[in-house]
């Protein structure tokens, strides 16, 4: 679809499967040589790390203008954002919990026009052990068997993403 798409992650051993899933590159965020050589350099960055971490070094990594997006984390940002780099280069945050109906069918109409096939698992989980729950407070992590997001349904039924593919690529 025409952009350059990296990932930007923590564990190890994941370009493999990164660039399987087409990412152009991989950058370590533990790595801060990785890191410096990213610095200024994205219009957008998505962040889909569901629990408190430090996203001034992600916030680095933007252009002036450049917009980080915080997709399903909602809480506290610790440590704090420090919001210099944000004024002196009209850097932003901003966030979304999760998209409503209407969103969804938009982005499930447009991955059906552009070819644009995911693999799910389905995964029954008790519901005192559900990730978050308003009566709990705090989003808690539950050990998943799948290694590249999850989305939970009311139900606590939650839906994995695994794997992504353009048919027209293969």
Known sequence: MGAEVPLITRSAGEEEDARALG??????STDIEQM????GCFGLVIDTVPYKHDINHYVATLQPAGTLVM???FGAIEPALNSTPLMIKRRAVAGSFIGGIRETQEMLDFCGEE???FDIEMIDIPADQCRFRPDAGEPRQIPLRNRYGFVEERSCRVVGRRRF???KSE
């Open 71 to 73: 997709i399903g984390h």
């Open 115 to 117: 070819g644009i096939v």
């Open 23 to 28: 990412a152009h590159n991989v950058v370590a």
């Open 36 to 39: 410096a050589v990213v610095n």
């Open 165 to 167: 593919s353009d048919p």
